[in-house]
């Protein structure tokens, strides 16, 4: 059995028909990039996984648990992670809030049925993770929207680890960065793997790709056009697919 | 010194604390000019019963206030308030007086029709994805006509002694509403700045997209905040009913438009994201002294509207020039 079993899945926004049947399968510490032009269909297939969206037919498996109907933070309860290509952060919050948002401790008050935030756990516990991380930051408490792209991101990938997930999904996670963060994030993304911790990279650089999967997957117009073992593709091939030139 | 660069100008706008904790300092500057030039001006500004009469007077207009900041920190608007503070006072004044109802059930059935006419709200917001600025406006001509044409376009006069307590009441010397609103202003500040409610209320207004992909319910929570923000408006209904002794379909006309002035006023962002229940109680207390001021001077009320409005274009005026230096 797989870590998550994409099977059939298919998905379409009025007439236009995004994803046409899409069969994936991918194992506990594997790194798997998925590539395509854009509209073929990676962003679609993600939200479906993540629980954005529900497909129109088909299944999704984590550990042998359908994913059907579920919402996205029960996902992100079984182990499921994404960090967005926007990041999907809230920049008036401080950097603390956004690690743990959408799954705040809480704890009571004065023994009430009452509960209110438990921000010290909160801002001990980030600082924990940046620290781990390696991340530069100021502090947990500063606002978000006042870092640095870089450092924005540092944020998203922090809030994906923290809950120790069993797989992570990166949408562009290199796109916006300097060549220096760009190495920064594909070390992280070996390390990852080293936890045995399974990764979906969602990518156009190629290099990128080449240098930390295991596997590349091709989708275009809405199914996979191929599945191939790193060693056994080249970039040339991988465009090929890509555009539908073989 | 009289002019300032609008990039100077947005740099003094600076939160006191996190998102929900953000006072504008310029509205306590604000406050202070103003109590100070209201004391050289009027010989009775400066004392004890007239602070209390300030407190009552901004009593109504700051539980509006409350509902209005719970609803812009998630990047929403509701222009009903005032509507359905009228209607909310109508209910239950009819309730006790035509149908004689006890005045528990009279206060409960004031502030569940706030409440349902905030849910409808909600639901118009999300089921149906009507802006909130549509819904709310629409919210406002139905509640308020529903009011006129409940009572005949007459207050429904006399209360029980229970509730004309509520409105009237002075324990320890102190008008019960001015009780009341200080005791929902805690509330609602521990609500806004501790709670997963009030975090999620402004991660809301901050980006939606990410609330939804954290997992954030964010119907549920719209749904939610319109309608603490319709029972607030029920409270208002009742504090205002219990003071004039009775249920006036004309009862906190525009009203709404000082309690968003006093909410932008007190540092929330209009766009969502920034708000603080201080601020808007400070922002409340400015308007409330402002209008007594007004009186006191002999201002004819005409020009308080004016007032008023001209505040609130000021307000977010100043929001604006914070917002552009928030997302550089």
């Given at each position: 059995m797989s870590l998550l079993e994409i099977e059939g899945i298919k998905k379409h926004f009025g007439s236009v028909e995004v994803l046409r049947g899409v069969n994936l399968a991918i194992d506990g510490g594997e790194v798997v990039a998925l590539v395509g032009d854009n509209g073929a269909g990676k962003s679609t297939l993600m939200k479906i996984v993540t629980g954005i969206y529900q497909p129109d037919g088909g299944a999704v498996r984590f550990e042998g648990k359908s994913l059907t109907g579920r919402k996205p933070d029960e996902i992100r309860r079984l182990g499921?992670?994404?960090?967005?290509?926007?990041?999907?952060?809230?920049?008036?919050?401080?950097?603390?809030?956004?690690?743990?948002?959408?799954?705040?401790?809480?704890?009571?008050v004065l023994g009430l049925p009452i509960t209110m935030i438990d921000t010290p756990r909160i801002e001990r516990e980030a600082e924990a993770m940046i620290r781990k991380l390696g991340a530069r930051l100021p502090s947990v408490k500063y606002q978000v929207g006042k870092l640095s792209?870089?450092?924005?991101?540092?944020?998203?990938?922090?809030?994906?680890?923290?809950?120790?997930?069993?797989l992570v999904i990166m949408d562009e996670p290199t796109a916006a960065l300097a060549v220096r963060e760009v190495e920064h994030v594909l070390e992280l993304i070996r390390e990852l793997k080293r936890q045995r911790i399974a990764v979906i990279l969602i990518s156009h650089r190629l290099t990128d790709v080449f240098a930390v999967s295991d596997r590349i997957v091709a989708l275009r117009q809405g199914v996979v056009v191929s599945d191939e073992p790193v060693a056994q593709t080249s970039m040339n091939d991988v465009v090929a697919h890509i555009v539908g030139a073989a | 010194?009289?002019?300032?660069?609008?990039?100077?100008?947005?740099?003094?706008?600076?939160?006191?604390?996190?998102?929900?904790?953000?006072?504008?300092?310029?509205?306590?500057?604000?406050?202070?000019?103003?109590?100070?030039?209201?004391?050289?001006?009027?010989?009775?500004?400066?004392?004890?019963?007239?602070?209390?009469?300030?407190?009552l007077a901004t009593a109504v207009i700051g539980v509006l206030g409350f509902g209005a900041t719970f609803v812009i920190a998630a990047g929403g608007i509701d222009l009903s308030l005032g509507a359905v503070l009228a209607l909310s006072g109508v209910v239950g004044a009819l309730s006790m007086n035509a149908l004689n109802f006890p005045w528990p059930i009279g206060i409960l059935l004031c502030l569940a029709t706030g409440c349902l006419c905030g849910a409808v709200n909600g639901f118009l917001n999300t089921k149906a994805a009507i802006p909130a600025f549509i819904a709310t406006l629409g919210m406002l001509g139905v509640a308020r006509g529903l009011a006129l044409v409940l009572t005949n376009g007459v207050p429904v006069y006399g209360l029980p002694d229970e509730v004309l307590f509520i409105g009237q009441g002075r324990p320890f010397g102190v008008p019960t509403p001015v009780f009341i609103f200080l005791i929902v202003a805690g509330i609602a500040h521990f609500v806004l700045g501790f709670t997963r409610f009030g975090r999620y209320a402004l991660v809301i207004?901050?980006?939606?997209?990410?609330?939804?992909?954290?997992?954030?319910?964010?119907?549920?929570?719209?749904?939610?905040?319109?309608?603490?923000?319709?029972?607030?408006?029920?409270?208002?209904?009742?504090?205002?009913?219990?003071?004039?002794?009775?249920?006036?379909?004309?009862?906190?006309?525009?009203?709404?438009?000082?309690?968003?002035?006093?909410?932008?006023?007190?540092?929330?962002?209009?766009?969502?994201?920034?708000?603080?229940?201080?601020?808007?109680?400070?922002?409340?207390?400015?308007?409330?002294?402002?209008?007594?001021?007004?009186?006191?001077?002999?201002?004819?009320?005409?020009?308080?509207?004016?007032?008023?409005?001209t505040v609130l274009v000021g307000a977010v005026w100043l929001d604006q020039l914070n917002r552009a230096r928030v997302h550089r």
């Open positions: 499921i992670e994404m960090i967005y290509q926007d990041l999907a952060l809230a920049k008036q919050q401080d950097v603390a809030a956004n690690i743990f948002l959408g799954r705040e401790p809480t704890r009571r792209g870089g450092q924005q991101q540092s944020v998203a990938i922090a809030r994906a680890l923290t809950f120790n997930p069993k | 010194m009289t002019t300032e660069s609008p990039a100077k100008a947005a740099e003094a706008v600076k939160p006191v604390k996190g998102a929900g904790f953000a006072i504008r300092l310029e509205s306590l500057a604000v406050l202070a000019v103003l109590l100070v030039a209201l004391s050289i001006l009027s010989p009775y500004f400066l004392s004890v019963s007239n602070f209390l009469n300030i407190l207004g901050d980006n939606e997209g990410a609330a939804r992909a954290m997992g954030i319910r964010v119907e549920r929570q719209r749904v939610l905040l319109y309608t603490l923000s319709g029972g607030m408006a029920g409270l208002a209904g009742l504090l205002f009913a219990a003071r004039v002794n009775s249920g006036d379909p004309t009862a906190g006309l525009s009203y709404e438009l000082t309690a968003i002035t006093a909410a932008i006023l007190g540092g929330s962002n209009l766009f969502g994201g920034r708000a603080s229940v201080a601020g808007t109680l400070i922002g409340a207390l400015v308007m409330g002294v402002l209008q007594n001021g007004l009186n006191l001077l002999n201002v004819s009320s005409f020009y308080q509207q004016m007032a008023i409005g």
